[in-house]
T-cell receptor
Framework: GIQVEQSPPDLILQEGANSTLRCNFS?????LQWFHQNPWGQLINLFY???GTKQNGRLSATTVATERYSLLYISSSQTTDSGVYFC???????????FGTGTRLQVTL | GAVVSQHPSRVICKSGTSVKIECRSL??????MFWYRQFPKQSLMLMAT?????????EQGVEKDKFLINHASLTLSTLTVTSAHPEDSSFYIC???????????FGQGTRLTVV
C-alpha cells in the first residue's frame, strides 16, 4: 500500500514564528487532507488539497502531486496551534485514507 | 464543513462487559463510515470500513467478533467492543464521507478505559 511520511516528527516554536510541515507519499493520490489533532484528540479538518495551493488565514497548503509531496505552512504561530498535524492520502484505487506519521508541534510563549 | 458526532467521548467499563460507541453524521448522509484506533503518540490505524446496509470490511488483524460494527442507516454507525479487556483501552475515532472518496470528517473520538 501507499506509504506516507511526515517531517519533522517534532517541532518546538516560539509564538510568532513560522513553520513548514512536509508530507511525502509514495504513489499517486486522488485525495489529500491535512488535519490538526487538538489536545483533546479531535481531528480538525484544515485542508482538502489533492493538488494546488489553498490558504485559510494563517495557514496555507500546497500539494505537488507529480512530485508526491504536500506542504503545510503555519505563519505567526500561536499557542493554540499546538497539537499533532496529520496528512492523510487516498492513493490509487484505494477507498480508505492512509495517515502519515504526524508532526507534533509545540508553540511556546 | 460537515459535522460528525461521536458518543460517548469517554467511557470506563469493567473487564468482560461490552461498550457501544455511536457515530452520527448530523448534516449529511454518509454512505461510508470508518473506524480507527489510536494508541498514545501514534498515528491513526484503520480498523474497519462500514457501508450502510452491508457487512463491514475489517482490516487485517482486527477481530470482527470482538469489534462489532453496524451501519443501519445513512447517518449512524456503531462500534461495539465486546467482552472488553484492559488491552482494548484506547482512543477510538470514527469518520464519515458523503460520497465515495471525498473529504472525510471525523467525530470527537471516544477514550475507552477498561478496568
Amino acid at each position: 500500500g501507499i506509504q506516507v511520511e511526515q517531517s519533522p516528527p517534532d517541532l518546538i516554536l516560539q509564538e510568532g514564528a513560522n513553520s513548514t510541515l512536509r508530507c511525502n507519499f509514495s504513489d499517486s493520490v486522488n485525495n489529500l487532507q491535512w488535519f490538526h489533532q487538538n489536545p483533546w484528540g479531535q481531528l480538525i479538518n484544515l485542508f482538502y488539497i489533492p493538488s494546488g495551493t489553498k490558504q485559510n488565514g494563517r495557514l496555507s497548503a500546497t500539494t505537488v502531486a507529480t512530485e508526491r509531496y504536500s506542504l503545510l505552512y503555519i505563519s505567526s504561530s500561536q499557542t493554540t496551534d499546538s497539537g499533532v498535524y496529520f496528512c492523510a492520502v487516498l492513493g490509487g484505487t484505494a477507498s480508505k485514507l492512509t495517515f502519515g506519521t504526524g508532526t507534533r508541534l509545540q508553540v511556546t510563549l | 464543513g460537515a459535522v460528525v458526532s461521536q458518543h460517548p467521548s469517554r467511557v470506563i467499563c469493567k473487564s468482560g462487559t461490552s461498550v457501544k460507541i455511536e457515530c452520527r453524521s448530523l448534516d449529511f448522509q454518509a454512505t461510508t463510515m470508518f473506524w480507527y484506533r489510536q494508541f498514545p503518540k501514534q498515528s491513526l490505524m484503520l480498523m474497519a470500513t462500514s457501508n450502510e446496509g452491508s457487512k463491514a470490511t475489517y482490516e487485517q488483524g482486527v477481530e470482527k467478533d470482538k469489534f462489532l460494527i453496524n451501519h443501519a442507516s445513512l447517518t449512524l454507525s456503531t462500534l461495539t467492543v465486546t467482552s472488553a479487556h484492559p488491552e482494548d483501552s484506547s482512543f477510538y475515532i470514527c469518520s464519515a464521507e458523503g460520497t465515495m472518496n471525498t473529504e472525510a470528517f471525523f467525530g470527537q473520538g471516544t477514550r475507552l478505559t477498561v478496568v
